[in-house]
């Protein structure tokens, strides 16, 4: 949760600067932005590829486990092309552009934004902050409402880290394997998922 | 949008291969969140600087709202069958042994 307060900070703290026309010199004449999305999704992947433990999860995956990630894709992306429908403003690509970031605001927004637009990349931004958060606020209500699944289905790709905590004290421990499991593949899956709809 | 592919990909790879060095994968680990920061800021300072962002920051706002809690309804509704046909029954059978 300190982690997302202080993204949503710079995010905030750029957005004034530029706003108030307050920015250096070099950050206008050249746009960094992508050589540093390159860095940062090379991290990401040693970070993938070198967690032994997560591989040790997925090698002890059945049948039912997978289903849980599933779940989440299916239901985030069916949901959010169905609610399109309703917009004027928003094509059903982009509200699922905007579904398939499951909570993953970092980079969902970052890759939306360098590969579509400001405006759909500020909106995933806000979403997929807002999916973390309904999950944190609400996951006790949920339990009661749908069942011990649904806070990993809400916290989508959240459900390895940030909201693991609330996740095993309304769902039990038993879940906490899963919500890991489930996390970990979502996270994998978002830089896939969103660059993979985009490109239709 | 191949490259972004192609470049984690490497990543996962030589990740996967320096899997033992736990020093380095642990600053790598760490820098994460520092990109994280930079890349955000860097959006805040495109998003500042766009007129049309920042004259409609209430409806962005409000779509944003509207399509995350569609996405969260959408999972959980589909959790809920999931769970009523393949995990409930689960638990019922170990309470019966």
């Known amino acids: 949760m300190k982690d997302s307060l202080l993204i949503v900070m710079c995010f905030a703290i750029g957005l004034l600067m530029s706003f ?18 390159y860095i940062l999704m090379f991290i990401v992947g040693i970070g993938v590829g070198s967690d032994t433990e997560s591989l040790k999860v997925l090698k002890r995956v059945n049948f039912k486990i997978l289903l849980i990630p599933l779940t989440v894709v299916v239901g985030s992306l069916a949901a959010t092309a169905l609610f399109s429908t309703l917009l004027s403003d928003i094509s059903m690509k982009e509200a699922m552009a905007v579904g398939a ?100 | 949008m191949l490259t972004v592919i192609l470049i984690m990909t490497a990543g996962m790879i030589i990740g996967y291969l320096f899997r033992s060095k736990k020093k380095l994968i642990k600053i790598s680990n760490k820098s994460v969140i520092w990109v994280i920061f930079i890349l955000l800021f860097f959006m805040g300072l495109s998003v500042g600087g766009n007129n049309e962002i920042m004259t409609n920051l209430d409806t962005i706002g409000f779509r944003g709202l509207e399509l995350s809690l569609a996405a969260v309804f959408g999972s959980v509704l589909l959790s809920w069958g999931v769970y009523m046909l393949f995990f409930k029954q689960k638990e019922s059978l170990k309470n019966e042994r």
């Open chain 1, 20 to 37: 108030y026309q307050f920015i250096p010199e070099f950050l206008i004449e050249t746009d960094y932005s992508s050589y540093v999305l």
């Open chain 1, 101 to 200: 970031g499951f909570g993953y605001y970092s980079l969902s927004s970052i890759l939306i934004n360098e590969m579509h637009s400001e405006t759909l990349g500020t909106i995933a931004l806000l979403a997929n902050v807002i999916r973390e958060i309904i999950t944190l606020l609400f996951a006790p209500l949920m339990v009661m409402a749908f069942g011990k699944l649904a806070p990993v289905a809400a916290g989508g790709a959240t459900a390895m880290d940030t909201t693991l905590p609330i996740i095993i004290k309304v769902s039990g421990n038993e879940y906490g394997l899963m919500a890991v499991f489930s996390g970990v593949v979502l996270t994998v899956l978002v830089p896939f998922l969103v660059t993979f709809i985009l490109s239709f």
